[in-house]
């Protein structure tokens, strides 16, 4: 019986590979990191033959941790880093430069002139994002004008774009199938969500050539084989995701006004909003959460730059803590910070403000503030900005979801989750297995392996670690959130007046 599932997690700074049973247990796995590359201020890339032999060898890994044989898995599911840009040769299979990270900022200045001539409301109203340099088309323009040869090849159709999980399908296929996910297109601001193809407007605004472009196709759906001599016996590739969509199907928020939110280095937050695609009045994201049997459900998608950033932080920059983990020991100390606002504005502002040139400031100190205040603060400050996320989520149209789903790297910090939730007035729900994107990964493949018949098989699969039930009075969790939307605007370089 081949009734296990393996997914392959290609993140920013590791890959990870994980085989779980039909039940969502892990039976193996696998890790590596791989290099950063920092060739100039702003700019970040990362070597993608390097992560694809990496990933290789993680697949063997984590099947002999798991003790199985290639045979035995049902299917392999794909997430990835998103938005980072790969450009490779159709016929030898090379990239011809190094892959151009999401975070890199080289291509701000293309963004600003799209924006001052006035083109980001019918790129938003097409795709859902912003003319910002986090998105893939411009990082492949700029790979287009800067690599020699690269445009007229491009046009000759000797080349092809993709994001992480496109290039390892090429790769593990043996270049057979050049194909992605709607999630994936759906962040390179080429993608019409709404139409759900690559768009002629777009790729022309952006100069990218459509021969470059892959297949977009089902989360769930046939993505081909793995080449035999790769893992021993070909293994069909059934689902593919981005990072954070896969995190919203591990989580299994299958119903509109479901929200997970995942607290690593920076936090994303989702929220499935069902068929509409509501287009956000605050600068928040409009997306694919998923695509099923060609049925698009979309999402809404806010982040914060500073979450676990923050505790590492107070770690390495200041130094007052020598782990993470001290952070819940002195918050249960002192209870709440007192009063004390840390706002981590270290690179600016996120949602819902776009404040690129607010700094970080550390406000209502006194006499008796100590360590345990301050860090009782970085940690009140990752509640406070979901809040901000979730009341500009609302403000969108979107209704208050019944509770959060929370993951990722912090949330075994008891108190912040407790704190969370009295912070927001709302359930905050922490699931057993917190790997949810490697998990959503191998949801979606067993989902199209036949595993599972539907998205209710999933959710039935869901399990609850722990809840956490809003404890704090409403006027005291007003009052404590009036100060920290105070101690924003003391930091905003758009200063409101008064
Ligand atoms: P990423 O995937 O972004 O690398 P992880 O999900 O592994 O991040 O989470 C790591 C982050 O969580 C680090 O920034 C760390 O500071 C923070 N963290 C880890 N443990 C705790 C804890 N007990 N309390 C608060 N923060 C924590």
């Known amino acids: 019986m081949s009734d296990y599932l393996l997914a392959i997690d290609q993140g920013t700074t590791s890959s990870r590979v994980i085989v779980f049973d039909s039940g969502g247990a892990v039976c193996g796995q696998a890790q590596r990191e791989f290099r950063q590359h920092f060739p100039a201020d702003g700019q970040v890339e990362h070597d993608a033959g390097e992560i694809w032999t990496g990933c290789l060898e993680l697949c063997r890994g984590a099947l002999k941790n798991a003790r199985l044989e290639a045979r035995q898995i049902a299917g392999i599911g794909i997430t990835n880093q998103r938005e980072t840009t790969v450009l490779w040769d159709r016929a030898s299979g090379e990239p011809l430069a190094r892959a151009i990270v999401w975070q890199d900022r080289r291509t701000a200045g293309h963004c600003e002139r799209l924006r001052e001539a006035g083109h980001e409301r019918m790129v938003q109203e097409k795709t859902g994002l912003l003319l910002d340099p986090y998105f893939s088309a411009t990082k492949l323009a700029w790979l287009l004008d800067n690599v020699p040869g690269a445009r007229d090849r491009a046009r000759r159709g000797e080349l092809a774009f993709g994001t992480m ?16 996910d709607a999630t994936n297109a759906s962040r390179t601001l080429l993608f019409n969500i709404h139409e759900q193809k690559w768009d002629p407007q777009l790729l022309e605004l952006f100069d990218i050539p459509a021969e470059l472009l892959p297949q977009v196709r089902d989360s769930a759906a046939d993505f081909g084989s793995t080449q035999p001599a790769l893992l021993g016996t070909p293994i069909p590739v059934t689902g593919i995701a981005g990072d954070q969509q896969a995190a919203l199907v591990g989580q299994a928020c299958f119903e509109p006004g479901m929200v997970k939110s995942t607290y690593g280095t920076g936090c994303f937050m989702m929220l499935n909003t069902g068929d509409q695609a509501i287009l956000s009045e605050h600068r928040l994201l409009t997306t694919v959460g998923y695509r099923l049997d060609g049925k698009t459900t979309y999402a809404q998608e806010g982040a914060i730059f500073m979450a676990g950033a923050t505790i590492q932080w107070l770690r390495d920059g200041l130094r007052i ?43 209502g100190l006194t006499r008796d503030t100590g360590i345990a205040e301050v860090v009782t603060a970085g940690l009140e400050a990752v509640c406070y900005q979901t809040l901000d996320l979730l009341e500009a989520m609302e403000a969108d149209g979107a209704g208050r979801p019944k509770a959060l789903r929370v993951d990722g790297g912090m949330v075994v910090n008891d108190w912040l989750a407790q704190n969370l939730a009295d912070t927001l007035g709302l359930r905050v729900d922490r699931p057993v297995v917190t790997e949810t994107t490697a998990l959503g990964a191998a949801w979606l493949a067993g989902l199209q392996a036949g595993l599972f018949d539907s998205l209710e098989a999933i959710s039935g699969r869901w399990r609850c670690d722990r809840s ?19 101690a924003v605007n003391r930091i905003r370089s758009d200063r409101p007046a008064g």
Do not use: M, N
Not at 165 to 180: E, N
Not at 468 to 486: N, Y
């Open 165 to 180: 999980d496109c290039w390892l399908l090429w790769k593990l296929t043996g270049g057979r199938v050049h194909a992605t």
């Open 321 to 363: 803590i020598d782990h993470a983990s001290e952070s819940e020991a002195l918050a249960r100390r002192v209870g709440s910070a007192h009063g004390v606002y840390l706002v981590p504005a270290f690179t600016g502002l996120g949602a819902p403000w776009w404040d690129p040139h607010a700094r970080g400031a550390l406000l």
């Open 468 to 486: 956490f039930e809003p404890r704090l009075a409403e006027s005291e969790r007003r009052s404590r959130h009036q100060g920290w939307t105070e």
